[in-house]
């Protein structure tokens, strides 16, 4: 601890050996821990939560927000992986609003260009656009590993092919043109 009591130094978040995924653990023939949950109460099932209002309100340029499609494909993509159940609704919900704000940020992008008129001076700055853009593409990437790291340590298959991670770009260039 310093002098003026904050904590300093230490071991960085995430850092570290990652953990074996289930599969891997597996295919070297160790035995891996399951845990035994106890029986869960007849619940009603349901194929999917809501989505909620928030993730399909009509943006300011008159667009819809791309986010409940974006939530739907990656419970999907969970449910296909038999992790739905394993990932809090909310960081899926959250997933989908940083990937839909970021196709919101790369479409303002695309219509207003890199460059901007600052306020007071009149010179041409930064578009803001771009380092929102890169917050929430960070944002995004970020909990998409902690969507795909809970599917990589419960799931005893590998997956591999598409997920929706990988489907950004596409998403970007077929979004609506504003009218």
């Known amino acids: 601890m310093a ?3 904050t904590n300093r130094g230490g071991a960085r978040v995430g850092a ?6 289930l599969s891997e653990k597996i295919g070297e023939g160790r035995s891996a821990t399951v845990v035994q949950l106890p029986d869960a109460p007849d619940l009603e099932g349901m194929d999917m939560p809501p989505v909620k209002y928030y993730l ?15 939530f739907r494909e990656t419970w999907d993509w969970l449910k296909a992986r038999r992790c739905e159940e394993l990932v809090s609704s909310q960081v899926i919900h959250q997933y989908a609003m940083a990937v839909a704000r970021w196709i919101q940020c790369e479409m303002a992008v695309s219509e207003y260009g890199f460059l901007a008129k600052h306020p007071t001076t009149g010179a041409a700055i ?5 380092a929102m853009s890169r917050e929430y593409m960070k ?5 998409w590993y902690q969507i795909s790291q809970v599917v990589k340590e419960n799931n005893s298959a590998s997956y591999q092919g598409a997920n929706p991670q990988d489907d950004l770009m596409e998403r970007l260039l077929s979004a609506p043109r504003p009218r």
């Open 56 to 70: 399909t309100v009509i943006q300011k340029n008159g667009i819809e927000l791309d986010a409940a499609e974006v």
């Open 126 to 130: 930064a578009s803001p656009y771009v």
């Open 3 to 5: 002098k003026d009591g």
């Open 139 to 143: 944002q995004a990437t970020q909990i």
């Open 16 to 21: 570290g050996r990652k953990p074996k995924a």
